[in-house]
């Protein structure tokens, strides 16, 4: 680096939202997807598919809207609790590129920034190669802040509760002979078996922090309604070669499993993703509730933290704990007794 940076201990001087970034028209559709993938290996007729999803949503993905609704209930939470901090927005893979956001903070003076990646588990791809793109982003931009991007967080209890409400609320609106009954059925992204394997510290943690938080939801679940609805954890959007292994089964074949089973409802409850972003819309919402309907099974598709209140708090805390996540030198040495 070509300036010192500063020590931990500063205070942030600024917030940054690090979003996965989407297509906004159909023009976009095509580079985006080239971004996303290069040197990924990913098939070409797995891309062109892929493709059609933003096309049939005119080109334009959810995700970036969801991210400006979410830097503006950041502020408006920053404000309320009295805190001075200006909130950057930039994305890995389209417009507002992180590099570019990163040359703005420099130009603005900012020192020292929290990260907060809109991405809640760990994983290759949900953690870490969020900090790769920071660690190339600060390689090109001389004079760059230190950035600090906040621990995974989907136990946390503020996006624990954010889900709890929505499952609730997904419950309320299936029929009444059925809801007693209804299967929770928590929905991830699929990622290779390899990459579950070597994620987190000690490896496989995309997989179990999933299903600690799960538990936690349904047990959120169970709380408020008396009713103990069996829960388990299934995959979406699988990508990659056919010959590579992904995590399973495939929410579609979970349900026609259910289905065969005699299970009669489904809540559908994408506890892997922080927003309604595409593979909720197009994946469960056109697919996955298509192949229910398809079965005869009553199932509901449970909204995401979103915006919700106590997940921005939660956000917030992430960010503003994060300089005293580790002791410093000095700390709890022993005081020389007077
Ligand atoms: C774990 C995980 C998350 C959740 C954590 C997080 O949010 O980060 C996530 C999020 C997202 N993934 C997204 C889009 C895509 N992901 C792809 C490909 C891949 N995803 C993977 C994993 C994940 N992806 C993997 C292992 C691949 C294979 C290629 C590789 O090894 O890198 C492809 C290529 C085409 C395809 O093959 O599907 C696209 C277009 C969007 C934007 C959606 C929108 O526009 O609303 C979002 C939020
Ligand atoms: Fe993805």
Redesign the pocket.
Known sequence: MTNPRPEPSQPYDALLLLG????EKPEDVVP??EN??RG?G?PRE??AE?GQH?FQFGGR???NDQNRALIAALEADLAEQGIDLPVYWGNRNWEPYLTDTVRRMTEDGRRRVACI???A?S?W??CR??RENIADALAEVPEAPRIDKIRWFAHHPGFVAANVDTTLAALRDLPDEVRDEARLVFV??S??TK?NDESGPTGGEYVEQHLATAAAVAAGVAEATGTEHAHELVYC?R??SPRTPWLEPDVNDRLEELAAEGVRAVVLVPV???SD???VVYDLDTEALATASKLGVEARRAGTAGVDPRFVAALRELALERPIEQCPAHCCLPRTSA
Request: aromatic residues 16%.
């Open positions: 996965f970034g989407g297509p985006f997807l996303v993938t990924r990913i797995r891309l892929v933003y993905s959810p995700i990646a809109t991405s588990y994983s791809s949900s190669q969020y991830t992204h990622i290779p990459m959007s990508s990659g892997g993703f922080v972003h595409m593979e």
